[in-house]
C-alpha cells in the first residue's frame, strides 16, 4: 500500500533525529518538507508515489512568486531533494522526483564583519550590563557559537588555566578555548552578580533558569540598536573574531580549530575579506 505524505514526512523527520541533526536543521528541513505536503495535498495529493517532478518545479515557481529570497529556496530544494533520496533508501519511492530540479541562482552575501568603531559601541552599549557585556565580549574574543556559550557550564570554566570547555554537540566535537584578559575580566564581573542557584549554566535569566539561545539573540540584537549598528546578527561576532585573528597573523588552521569549523575550507573563505598580508604567523591570540 502506498506511503501517505504525512506518514512519510514523520518518517523523515525521526530518520534526521536518529542522525543527530542540530534541532535548527531538522525544524527547518521538515518545515520545508511540509510546505510541499501542504502544496501538493491542496491538489488532492495524498501519497508519496503520486508527487511528481512538475509538482516540485510549480511549487519552486510559487516561492518565487511568494518573494523567498533565492537562498531560501535552494535551501527548500536541498530539504526535498534530502527528503525524497531517504524516501527512495527506504523502498517508498522508485526514483527521486526533485533530482532534475535545478536550484534558482544567487549571489552569497560576504559574512559582515564589525568595525573597531562598531565593536566599540556595542560595548559601550551594554557595559552597564555585566551579565550581557560578558556574553558580548566571550563570544567576540573566542568566536564560539551561541549555542555553545549558552550551553557553557559553570565546570567548564577554568579560571586558573584561563580556558573554557567546549563540550561535544551532536555532531560537533569538544575543544578547548584560551580566555584572554578582556573576555576573563567580564565573566569575572558577572559572575560577582549571578544569580547563587542551583543551576549549573553560566548565563542565567533573573529567575534562575538558563538563558536559552533565541532569548539571547533577541537581548544582543537590542544592544544592536542602541549601538547604532545596522544589518548586524548575532553571528557577526564570530565573523568578526575569525577574520580579525587571520588579520593579526594567527595560522590559518589554528584559527579553524579555535571556532571548530569542520573543514579548513570554510576558514578559507575568511581570507578573501583581508587586505592585509598573512606572512610571518604566530599563535597569539589577539585581543580586540
Same mark, same amino acid.
Given at each position: 500500500?502506498?506511503?501517505?505524505?504525512? @506518514?512519510?514526512?514523520?518518517?523523515?523527520?525521526?530518520?534526521?533525529?536518529? %542522525?543527530?541533526?542540530a534541532?535548527a536543521?531538522?525544524?527547518?528541513? *521538515?518545515?520545508?518538507?511540509?510546505?510541499?505536503?501542504?502544496?501538493?495535498?491542496?491538489?488532492?495529493?495524498?501519497?508519496?508515489?503520486? &508527487?511528481?517532478? %512538475?509538482?516540485i518545479?510549480?511549487?519552486? !515557481?510559487?516561492?518565487?512568486?511568494?518573494?523567498y529570497?533565492?537562498?531560501?529556496?535552494?535551501?527548500?530544494?536541498? $530539504?526535498?531533494?534530502?527528503f525524497?533520496?531517504?524516501?527512495?533508501?527506504?523502498?517508498e &519511492? !522508485?526514483?527521486? #522526483?526533485?533530482? @532534475?530540479?535545478?536550484?534558482?541562482?544567487?549571489?552569497?552575501?560576504? #559574512?559582515?564583519?564589525?568595525?573597531?568603531?562598531?565593536?566599540?559601541?556595542?560595548r559601550?552599549?551594554?557595559?552597564? !550590563?555585566?551579565?550581557?557585556?560578558?556574553?558580548?565580549?566571550?563570544?567576540?574574543?573566542?568566536?564560539?557559537?551561541?549555542?555553545?556559550?549558552?550551553?557553557?557550564?559553570?565546570e !567548564?570554566? @577554568?579560571?586558573?588555566?584561563?580556558?573554557?570547555?567546549?563540550?561535544?554537540?551532536?555532531?560537533?566535537?569538544?575543544?578547548?578555548?584560551?580566555?584572554?584578559?578582556?573576555?576573563?575580566?567580564?565573566?569575572?564581573?558577572y559572575?560577582?552578580?549571578?544569580?547563587?542557584?542551583?543551576?549549573?549554566t553560566?548565563?542565567?535569566?533573573?529567575?534562575?533558569?538558563?538563558?536559552?539561545?533565541?532569548?539571547?539573540?533577541?537581548?544582543?540584537?537590542?544592544?544592536?540598536?542602541?549601538?547604532?549598528?545596522?544589518?548586524s546578527?548575532?553571528?557577526?561576532?564570530?565573523?568578526t573574531?575569525?577574520?580579525?585573528?587571520?588579520?593579526?597573523?594567527?595560522?590559518?588552521?589554528?584559527?579553524?580549530?579555535?571556532?571548530?569549523?569542520?573543514?579548513? *575550507?570554510t576558514?578559507?573563505?575568511?581570507?578573501?575579506?583581508?587586505?592585509? $598580508?598573512?606572512?610571518? #604567523?604566530?599563535?597569539?591570540?589577539?585581543?580586540?
Amino acid at each position: 500500500m502506498p506511503t501517505l505524505l504525512a @506518514d512519510a514526512h514523520a518518517q523523515y523527520k525521526n530518520h534526521l533525529l536518529s %542522525e543527530g541533526k542540530a534541532e535548527a536543521t531538522v525544524t527547518a528541513y *521538515t518545515k520545508d518538507v511540509e510546505q510541499l505536503v501542504n502544496f501538493v495535498g491542496k491538489q488532492g495529493k495524498t501519497q508519496i508515489d503520486e &508527487v511528481s517532478t %512538475e509538482d516540485i518545479q510549480e511549487f519552486k !515557481d510559487l516561492l518565487k512568486k511568494q518573494r523567498y529570497t533565492g537562498k531560501s529556496i535552494s535551501r527548500k530544494i536541498n $530539504s526535498i531533494k534530502s527528503f525524497f533520496r531517504f524516501m527512495v533508501s527506504q523502498g517508498e &519511492v !522508485d526514483g527521486n #522526483p526533485a533530482v @532534475d530540479v535545478q536550484h534558482p541562482k544567487y549571489e552569497t552575501a560576504p #559574512p559582515r564583519v564589525l568595525s573597531k568603531t562598531e565593536y566599540r559601541a556595542l560595548r559601550d552599549a551594554c557595559r552597564g !550590563d555585566e551579565r550581557m557585556y560578558a556574553i558580548i565580549e566571550i563570544l567576540l574574543q573566542t568566536g564560539m557559537r551561541i549555542s555553545e556559550l549558552a550551553n557553557l557550564k559553570l565546570e !567548564d570554566v @577554568d579560571l586558573e588555566r584561563n580556558i573554557l570547555d567546549i563540550v561535544a554537540q551532536k555532531t560537533r566535537g569538544a575543544r578547548k578555548l584560551p580566555l584572554n584578559a578582556a573576555a576573563k575580566e567580564a565573566l569575572l564581573n558577572y559572575l560577582e552578580i549571578r544569580p547563587r542557584a542551583r543551576e549549573k549554566t553560566v548565563f542565567l535569566t533573573k529567575t534562575c533558569r538558563p538563558f536559552l539561545v533565541r532569548n539571547i539573540r533577541t537581548a544582543i540584537d537590542r544592544y544592536f540598536r542602541l549601538a547604532g549598528i545596522k544589518n548586524s546578527k548575532v553571528n557577526d561576532l564570530r565573523h568578526t573574531f575569525i577574520v580579525e585573528q587571520l588579520k593579526a597573523g594567527t595560522p590559518l588552521v589554528y584559527v579553524s580549530q579555535l571556532v571548530g569549523h569542520k573543514r579548513i *575550507t570554510t576558514t578559507e573563505k575568511y581570507l578573501k575579506l583581508i587586505d592585509e $598580508s598573512l606572512a610571518n #604567523p604566530n599563535v597569539k591570540i589577539e585581543e580586540l
